[in-house]
């Protein structure tokens, strides 16, 4: 062993990730610690559980290891990417901790959580920071709703008898929330690409 060491501190994230990929323990002890604040965050701001935040920080640096290969800078930040992760395992684990529906006072301070918090920073992407702009403009009551069918995979009657509606409405709510998002991202104001 040559006992050379090489600074890493001010290496690219993409030369972090690199270095993770190829097993170098020092790169990956620096990649860790230069993306574990951002990620744990975002877990946390989605679970609101630190157990649970911080096995899905866990998650995400082995699968930032094993799929290291196919990140591809075109797309966004190496932050982005990890955060991303980070966000759809929060998400998933969310999903299969809950064996009954969430109760209605629960979903407010979730919402907030998904349109502003520290999340809202660290999935800073173009097309994250669209859809959560778009999310805070609907009325909450569709806000809600929508919430509860795609992160919570609700079905419809499950959102009436939750929120104490009509399934008639709980449909109404679904399917106009989902066509002000389609509508608000399509528009060049939203920042899609109308043709």
């Known amino acids: 062993m040559s006992g050379i060491r090489f600074p ?31 990620v744990f965050g975002v877990a946390m701001a989605v679970t609101g559980d630190q157990q649970l935040a911080e096995d899905v920080a866990q998650q995400t640096f082995e699968r ?15 932050g982005t990417w990890l955060t991303t992760i980070a966000h759809n395992l929060a998400v998933d684990a969310v999903r299969a901790r ?17 349109t502003d918090t520290p999340e809202r920073w660290a999935l800073a992407d173009e097309a994250s920071t669209q859809l959560r702009a778009a999310l805070a403009r609907l009325p909450r009551e569709q806000a809600r709703a929508l919430m509860m ?26 399917r106009a929330a989902m066509a002000k998002l389609r509508t608000a991202l399509a528009s060049p104001k939203g920042g899609g690409h109308a043709r």
């Open 8 to 38: 890493v501190g001010p290496l690219p994230d993409e030369a972090l990730l690199s270095g993770l990929a190829t097993g170098d323990p020092e790169l990956a002890e620096v990649f860790v610690r230069r993306f574990q604040r951002r």
């Open 98 to 114: 809950r064996t009954e529906p969430m109760a209605p006072e629960d979903l407010d301070p979730l919402l907030d959580a998904v």
């Open 64 to 78: 930032a290891w094993r799929h290291a290969q196919i990140y591809d800078s075109r797309r966004g930040s190496v």
């Open 149 to 174: 069918a795609g992160i919570y995979g609700m079905t419809a009657q499950q959102i009436a008898d939750v929120e104490r509606i009509p399934l008639g409405t709980a449909k109404t709510r679904i």
